[in-house]
């Protein structure tokens, strides 16, 4: 062990760059650096532990184990920069409560309804078959440069196109990848300090000397299309955000979250006030029985996995031509770079394609193909849930509370009761459905008049939706948490 210590810190000093390419510190699951050490004792070196986080000095064939065992949904790692930055990270955190803006509201029915309509999967598919073209978006490689630069272009071309000068993109260069990351930015009209930030990673992987044929096409060019989807559409509708709207491709998500650390520790520094950060990482592989897998790891944010279905049970319910059907699921660790902006103190969230262990087979292969995931219909799912999303936590700055629902309605739960009451209006209210994180009803009421109180009783603590039905027709959705 001692001599295998030496080789390490030798290895460190002489070559400090490529992440990948020598041992590096790391944090992960406590548990699993644990069954590494068993499995490869000479090549992870644990240095601390804290709560259920372990820091570690981890080499390269080590890595790739991780990697291997992730398609068998096995651990993760987060690369870090120094042995400093791997004891800091285990360090438990203290909320940046300060930061959060949690009063998010549904009422930009018209901006959403004509967005909806405008989502083309084949935009999508088209996005993904050219980012597969590239080969390989390895870190290390040309190809991946290459990759990003063109992107750039792409959304640089297209905000050209519709005549915007309040959108900008920008390449942000990193410390430990030689991979650079893009931006693009949409100033908020109003409120431009405040951001809500999509995103996904644009590197790819597949084991050893395969990453020369690494074509990442679930993983994630998936992603990356469907932001770059949101983005279209935005200017297709000449949506103007009250807020700052955020598109970012990310380096180097593969060795360890790399490029997304890089810039959610810049963003946290500089006190950037993001609201809410959501994840596109895997959008396209229908392996399970519904369309959106809401990750519920602790590090998520509560409040942004519980809007984000408040958002479906408004837009995407059964009798909606955009029907989106959800679950939940867990990656059990910082499995995409979601994990990164909770790290650092933001709400974040991480809708995924199917429950982890039905995801896609090929990712991390020569195989992660097109072909793989047949037509981007999934993939147009999430774009019209990130749609939605960037819609209603950045607001539109011309149209205003929505003609179609704007009811005005009083909605309080305390100590499992829950009261309404619709004010300055005859609509009556016919029904209600009460539905737990999992899309399951859990209660229902009917009958409700304009005002009243309904029992929660029969509820266990967790988050909820309350989706209220009129006369008219008309939808309101609540979200509330019963403790
Ligand atoms: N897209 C994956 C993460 C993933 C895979 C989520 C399968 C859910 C199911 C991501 O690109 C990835 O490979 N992440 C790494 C994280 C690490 C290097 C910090 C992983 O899971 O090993
Ligand atoms: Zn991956």
Redo the contacts with the bound molecule.
């Keep these: 062990m001692k001599k295998i210590t030496l080789l390490f810190v030798f290895l460190m000093t002489t070559a400090i760059f490529l992440a990948q390419e020598q041992p590096f510190y790391a944090t992960m699951d406590a548990t699993d650096a644990i069954e590494l050490q068993k499995e490869l004792p000479d090549d992870i070196q644990i240095i601390a532990t804290k709560q259920n986080q372990s820091a570690v000095f981890i080499s390269e064939e080590a890595a790739h184990t991780?990697?291997r065992n992730?398609l068998t949904h096995g651990p993760?790692?987060?690369f870090k920069a120094s042995k400093e930055k791997a004891l800091q990270a285990i360090e438990p955190k203290v909320p940046k409560t300060e930061r959060r803006v949690l009063d998010f509201t549904i009422n930009q029915d018209a901006a959403v309804a004509e967005a909806l309509d405008l989502v083309e999967a084949q935009n999508i598919e088209d996005q993904i078959l050219e980012l597969q073209a590239y080969g390989t978006r390895y870190h290390t490689k040309p190809q991946a440069e290459q990759s990003v630069l063109d992107l750039k272009d792409k959304w640089e071309a297209m905000a050209q196109a519709a005549n915007r000068d309040d959108v900008s993109v920008r390449i942000v260069n990193h410390v430990n990848t030689g991979m650079p990351s893009a931006v693009m930015t949409i100033e908020g009209a109003e409120n431009p300090d405040e951001f809500v930030i999509i995103g996904g990673?644009i590197d790819s992987t597949a084991p050893g000397s395969g990453n020369n044929t690494a074509p990442g096409a679930d993983?994630?060019a998936s992603g990356i299309s469907t932001i770059t989807e949101v983005a279209r559409v935005l200017f297709e509708t000449d949506f103007v955000p009250n807020r700052t709207v955020e598109f970012m491709a990310f380096a180097a998500?593969?060795?360890?979250?790399v490029g997304s650390a890089e810039i959610a520790e810049e963003y946290s520094n500089n006190n950037v006030n993001v609201i809410a950060y959501v994840q596109f990482?895997?959008t396209n592989f229908p392996g399970s029985a519904n369309d959106v897998y809401i990750t519920t790891d602790s590090y998520n944010s509560n409040d942004l996995n519980a809007y984000l279905i408040e958002l479906m049970e408004y837009y995407n319910g059964a009798s909606s031509e955009h029907e989106i059907t959800y679950g939940t699921t867990a990656?059990n660790y910082?499995?995409?770079d979601h994990f990164s902006w909770a790290d650092n103190g933001y709400e974040a969230a991480f809708p995924?394609e199917a429950s982890?262990s039905e995801?896609n087979p090929s990712?991390?292969t020569s195989g992660d193909t097109y072909d793989v995931t047949g037509d981007a219909f999934k993939a147009a799912k999430f774009a019209k849930l990130g749609l939605e999303f960037v819609i209603e936590t950045a607001k539109s700055n011309t149209l205003s509370v929505s003609e179609i629902s704007g009811l005005d309605f009083d909605f309080i739960v305390a100590n499992k009761i829950l009261n309404y009451k619709i004010k300055n209006s005859t609509d009556r209210l016919e029904k209600m459905a009460v539905i737990d994180v999992s899309g399951k009803q859990v209660l229902t009421a009917t009958d409700l008049g304009q005002q009243g109180t309904i029992s929660l009783e029969s509820l266990s603590q967790g988050f909820y939706v309350a989706v209220f039905t009129t006369d008219a027709n008309k939808k309101l959705t609540k979200k509330f948490i019963v403790n």
């Design positions: 991780l990697h992730v993760g790692y987060v990673h993983d994630d998500e593969e060795i360890g979250l990482d895997m990656c910082g499995c995409s995924f982890f995801s990712i991390h």
